[in-house]
């Protein structure tokens, strides 16, 4: 019992401290690289304009990121109280972003200068933390030369 | 047209919020909604198990017996004290046994239909328990430390009286309601087991000590009619104190024990005994000559 | 505010497209209202409680969604589009995500 009450706690305390100090750090190079990237646009619409020629690829960025032990155990306690789960808000958030930034990063390799159509996709992957994927995928108009 | 990423402020898709706070708040509500469930489905159960009639009892050990025994398998109901099956050499300490509980059952006044049936565990474990159909387990390794007969009678009194008190279907009851309630509510939610577990043993401790003390009372009273006298009942305790201090229990583990404190138990029969107006000093009936021989 | 799913909007035409705007929202049900969904599921048939938990979170995810449009001083969202994920057992995220764009009536 002690034991149990003793490594539980050690885990609450690792994936608190760990888990907070990665999540800033996160966030941290997120917004540097949304800021760097932020002429690139990339919209969910559908109907690229019709100016001139574009060259197409289906570009996509993915990301897994698992929530923490403390985190996880939050969302536990809501799951009987029920309400908002906040925990898993932030977790949700930087998924979505980093996905998008690994898209426009793909895309910018292709000299792209849009992407149009962008998708997201979320997908629980398991395991005892929560643990999720995001992907994003759309398609990059690189302008043609001509 | 024109096409551009403006970035959103932060804040928006994600709440502001203390962890640490939120944890707390989390944890002691859910703390107390668990607890709060637990002893509902607890105290549900045991007045269901209560209700069982002790014959019904008898019938699920009966069966548990028969087929354990089909299947070759050692049954925890076989081989009662008193019923050997070469009645020519029957063992002196059985037959001790034997007239003992004879005198502690008839002090006792158990109800019609009950029944005990006493079981001798020829084991170094310091432990007695009753169970389902008056069935009382006697460990070798707590009768070798008793000081005279007092004690033994008042160990003896105590497990009969839980089975007279119908606490062992009482505490499987609650054990069942609770199992299938929690595997309902927290089927889905269960995401840290050793959380819930320490929800539900606050919840069912308080149950198994107020067993503990009735059981005890019943006992004292039934002693004090043998003897005349309560001196000597206490040192089963006064027993139960020096091996737990041999041991070094943690605190933990004495704090979600099933028995109360002992120093707890004795002063509550020191009162029990003052206020019935039983005497608390008296002859000491030792154990026979050659009990410790009859152990070994 | 105009949100729509569609790609442009009648009346109106899209001035610029200035970004991609999302609203998310995770919520759950507490543990009794999953109980009695839980011996519903037996039975079959709609579990109003979820229904309701979702309708929820889709009312905010979409409310969210607005508030970031109205921050980067769109008119309109376009092209939406609904997704729903399990995050974890007993929760549910709702997540909803389009075009932000300036408009001008004809």
Not at chain 2, 176 to 193: C, K
Request: a negative charge; proline letters at 3%.
């Amino acid at each position: 019992m002690t034991f149990n009450l003793i490594s539980f706690a050690v885990l609450l305390l690792i994936g608190f401290g760990f888990g907070q100090a990665s999540e800033r750090r996160h966030y941290r190079s997120i917004k540097k690289r949304e800021e760097q990237l932020a002429g690139l646009a990339a919209i969910a619409s559908k109907h690229p304009p019709v100016d001139r020629q574009y060259q197409q690829y289906l570009v996509c960025g993915n990301v897994v990121v698992a929530s923490d032990y403390f985190k996880s155990f939050l969302a536990s306690l809501v799951n009987i109280l029920g309400g908002r789960v906040k925990s898993f808000e932030s977790l949700l958030d930087r998924g979505r972003r980093e996905a998008l930034l690994r898209l426009k990063e793909q895309a910018l390799q292709q000299q792209a200068t849009a992407v149009f159509n962008v998708k997201y996709e979320t997908v629980r992957v398991g395991g005892r933390v929560t643990t999720i994927e995001v992907l994003a995928y759309g398609t990059a108009l690189v302008p043609q030369s001509n | 047209m024109h096409y551009e990423n403006r970035n959103p402020p932060e804040g928006i898709n994600t709440s502001d919020h203390s962890p640490v706070r939120e944890f707390l708040r989390l944890s002691l509500s859910a703390l107390v909604v668990l607890i709060a469930v637990g002893i509902f489905l607890n105290f549900s159960g045991s007045l269901l198990g209560g209700l069982l009639p002790f014959k019904a009892e008898l019938w699920i050990t009966e069966r548990v017996d028969r087929i354990m025994q089909q299947a070759e398998q050692e049954s925890p109901f076989a081989d009662p004290v008193g019923q050997g099956s070469d009645s020519a050499s029957v063992d002196p300490l059985e037959q001790y046994l034997q007239s003992m509980t004879d005198k502690v059952v008839a002090a006792l006044e158990l109800p019609e239909p009950i029944v005990i049936t006493l079981h001798y565990r020829d084991d170094d474990v310091f432990n007695a328990y009753a169970t389902l159909g008056g069935h009382v387990y006697l460990f070798k390794g707590l009768l070798k430390h008793l000081p005279n007969e007092n004690a033994l009678a008042m160990l003896m009194a105590h497990e009969y009286s839980h089975v007279g008190q119908r606490h062992p279907a009482s505490s499987i009851g609650g054990g069942i309601t609770m199992a299938a309630g929690s595997s309902l509510l927290l089927g889905a939610a269960a995401f840290e087991n050793r959380f819930f577990s320490i929800a539900s043993a606050l919840a069912s401790t308080r149950f198994s000590r107020s067993m503990e003390t009735d059981a005890d009372e019943a006992a004292l009273a039934a002693v004090n009619s043998i003897y005349g006298h309560v001196n000597g009942a206490d040192d089963l305790f006064e027993l139960f104190t020096g091996i737990r201090d041999d041991n070094q229990l943690d605190f933990l583990d004495s704090f979600f024990s099933t028995h109360p404190l002992d120093d707890n138990r004795i002063q509550r029969i020191e009162e029990q005994a003052a206020a019935n107006g039983w005497l608390a000093t008296g002859a000491i009936t030792p154990l026979p000559a050659q009990f410790l021989q009859w152990l070994n | 505010m105009i949100i729509t799913n569609l790609e442009y909007i009648p009346g109106y035409t899209i001035v610029s497209h200035i970004g991609l705007v999302q609203g998310s929202s995770v919520r759950s049900k507490h543990a009794g209202r999953d109980m009695m969904a839980g011996i519903k599921s037996i039975f079959g048939g709609e579990l109003l409680g979820y229904t309701e938990l979702l309708h929820e979170s889709r009312e905010e995810a979409v409310e969210r969604l607005q508030q970031q449009a109205q921050s980067i001083g769109a008119d309109a969202v376009l092209n939406v589009r609904f997704s729903t994920s399990s995050i974890t057992s007993g929760a549910a995220e709702i997540f909803v995500y389009g075009t932000a764009v300036k408009v001008n009536q004809e």
